[in-house]
């Protein structure tokens, strides 16, 4: 069974930037051997996908609404993927959280990001 553990969220002015990790473990989970994405859950609101990164990093992929803003990479090395955030906007506004791709029934608690002057 794999957890994971979010970190680096914050409160930031628009225009800003924030570093977010992800840090996976499991006694059966082989990091290495997954995508890893990124979601994310604004108040009221349904989760969203927000990127995603192939097992070694060499892809990845955005949502629209960061694409160009946000970097996701991984380190193997270290279990952990990570989201550098910029130019964020107040309705960048959401609780983050990683997952394995295609998403799997395990959840961190997530790490808040707050948006506002």
């Known amino acids: 069974q794999v957890q994971f553990v979010e970190s680096g969220g914050g409160l930031v002015q628009p225009g800003g930037s924030l570093r977010l990790s992800c840090a996976a473990s499991?006694?059966?989970?082989?990091?290495?051997?997954?995508?890893m994405s990124w979601y994310r859950q604004a108040p009221e609101k349904e989760r969203e996908w927000v990127a995603t990164i192939s097992e070694l990093g060499v892809g990845t992929n955005y949502a629209d609404s960061v694409k160009g803003r946000f970097t996701i990479s991984r380190d193997n090395s270290k279990n952990t993927v990570y989201l550098q955030m910029s130019s964020l906007r107040p309705e960048d506004t959401a609780v983050y959280y990683c997952n394995i791709h295609p998403v799997g029934a395990n959840w961190g608690q997530g790490t808040q990001v707050t948006v506002s002057s």
């Open positions: 499991g006694v059966t989970f082989i990091f290495r051997g997954y995508a």
